[in-house]
């Protein structure tokens, strides 16, 4: 489920706003009534996507767009506004915006920017994880196309496998990787005994990582795997 942080001080249309995009667009969103508050709420969670009402008390949305993009340069933000000048589009696209929807709207429109940002932001993520082949691990260097991880004057070679298991690892650091999604990805089957063959790769793969206690790959049970960095 994807999370939405919205920023809206009329508290009518930001709780219709809310119930509409939790109940057709499935979405976690959560709402905030002026700038200060939505700039808390993003510096204490994680969101894909932002929508910001632009005239706003004590922190108005182009101010607390341009306070989230020295934070977070990518995430997706919609700015809203009564105003139609093109003054003020100008302005959100100078600030980072990637879209703009002048009230009143239908909220089937913005449903409808909302998936396409999502869309558009889920295809950037993925090539740019396909790009990625260098890892920092801690005190460790993972070269995946070299198929090896180096910690000072030692290097271990890694298998096929190997790689391609500790790459999405580093790809979900700190978060949940899933069995099903690592066993898909790597062995195309998530079958029983595919599962066991990779929990055999993820012990070894702890082995060699075990020199630096500050990376740890924890199992969250009933989910998967995540790699902890501290």
């Known amino acids: 489920m994807k999370k939405i942080l919205l920023v809206e001080d009329d508290p009518n249309l930001g709780l219709l706003l809310q119930d509409y995009l939790q109940l057709k667009g499935k ?80 909220i089937e429109e913005l449903l409808l920017r909302i998936n396409a940002l999502l869309k558009r932001s889920e295809n950037s993520e993925k090539k740019t994880e396909e790009q ?48 099903e999604e690592a066993l898909l990805h790597i062995w195309h089957d998530d079958n029983y005994f595919n599962g066991r063959s990779m929990d055999v790769f993820l012990s070894k793969i702890r082995k060699y990582l075990k020199d630096d206690p500050s990376v740890e790959i924890i199992n969250v049970h009933g989910r998967g795997y995540k790699l902890l960095i501290n």
């Open 132 to 179: 990625q082949t260098q890892f920092k691990i801690g005190r460790y260097d993972f070269d995946y196309k070299g198929q090896s991880i180096a910690i000072g004057d030692h290097q271990q070679k890694l298998s096929t496998k190997e790689a391609e298991l500790l790459r999405l690892l580093c790809l979900r650091k700190n978060e949940v990787l899933t069995r």
């Open 27 to 106: 979405f976690d969103v959560v709402l905030c009534k002026d700038g200060d508050e939505g700039l808390k709420a993003f510096t204490k969670s994680t969101y894909d996507l932002l929508i910001l009402d632009v005239m706003m008390p004590k922190k108005d949305g182009f101010t607390l767009g341009k306070d989230i993009r020295k934070i977070n340069q990518h995430i997706p933000i919609i700015f809203a506004t009564a105003k139609g000048m093109i003054e003020d589009k100008t302005e959100a696209f100078n600030l980072g915006g990637d879209d703009y929807i002048t009230k009143p709207f239908r």
